[in-house]
Each structure stands twice: as structure tokens, then as C-alpha cells.
């Protein structure tokens, strides 16, 4: 049986926390074809520096299976679910796992970054600016940082290199109060 067959789609799998390579050794010796992405990690342990190869995404394996046929992989020691909406799996999109294949394949160092969208809360990390809060946007094709004075209702818009911000994350229990409406964004562009 060759597990590998047109029909299979790439899935996230959510696996154990620091079982990623075990399932993915498990699951390759079932046949699957498995993808973990990792990177080097220089760490200073006991007055040393020590190179360890970590998960570029950690808790996570990627497989192609046939959606239909999920079960070995489920019972596989380790794995958590597929991941989905609800309990629906959704593959991946096969551009997106190219591109991290040829990253890794590259050899050029990579390390997980925040995922930032268009619209999110940021904070810049950067000597001259940093700890200024904005709105990350995108404004004929380059990011900017929009920076809001809420009694004025007047935005200015700063372009930005987006490694130099980073996420500030709201607990989805919370509302959004106090971040600019959609037409302060668009006031700040204007």
C-alpha cells in the first residue's frame, strides 16, 4: 500500500509538545510522506553556547494523507489532531508548503517570526522608536505603521520594515475598544 497517492493534500497535524521529530519518524515508517521544517538555535547553557535544531513550527508536523483515509494517522503517538475548523480538516495551501520547502532547502538561516496581517496592533522593537504602538498596514505594496492621536481623530502613517515590529496580541475574549475605526486608517493614508 503506498500511502502517497495524486489525491493526498498536505495537513498540518497539532502534535505533543517536543514530539515533532518522534511522530514524524512514526509516521514516515507508515508511509507517509512528512515534512518538519527546523532551524539551528545557538543557547547558552551552563556558561557555554550550544548549536540544537529546533522546529521552525513547534507542536506542529506536516503530512500528505488522503483526507478520507485519516485514521493510521490519528492513532499515531503523538498527534493531537489535524488541523481544521472544527473538526473539518483544511489542507494547506501546496504554494505555501513550497515556499517553506525551499527555504529550508536554501540553507539560509531562518527562525519562526510572528504572524502579522494587515489591520493587527503592533509595537516597534527598533532604538528610535521603540515601544510606539500602531496598526499595521499596506499601502501600494509596502508596510506602514499607522499611529493614531484618538482625541484629535488623526492618524500620521510611518513605512516600515515589518521585522522591526512585532505583534501585540488581545485575548479574543476582549473587545477591541480603543483602536482607531476603519476610516481613521484611511484618514492616516489620505
Known sequence: MNPVASGDRWFALSVKTRWEYSTGTLLRCKGFETFLPTYKSRRRSNGRFKDTVLALFPGYVFCRFDVQKRL?????????????????????????????????????????????????????????????????????????????????????ALEIDRSRVVPIRVPRSLSVEGLPSRSLLAEGIA
Open 72 to 156: 493510521p494517522i490519528l492513532v499515531t503517538p503523538g498527534v493531537i489532531s489535524v488541523v481544521g475548523s472544527g473538526k473539518i480538516p483544511i489542507p494547506l495551501d501546496d504554494s505555501e508548503i513550497a515556499a517553506i520547502q525551499t527555504v529550508v532547502e536554501s540553507g539560509l538561516p531562518a527562525q519562526p517570526w510572528p504572524y502579522l496581517e494587515i489591520g493587527e496592533k503592533v509595537r516597534i522593537k527598533d532604538e528610535a522608536l521603540g515601544g510606539l504602538e500602531g496598526i499595521l498596514i499596506s499601502f501600494r505594496k509596502a508596510h506602514r505603521i499607522v499611529v493614531s492621536v484618538s482625541l484629535l481623530r488623526r492618524s500620521v
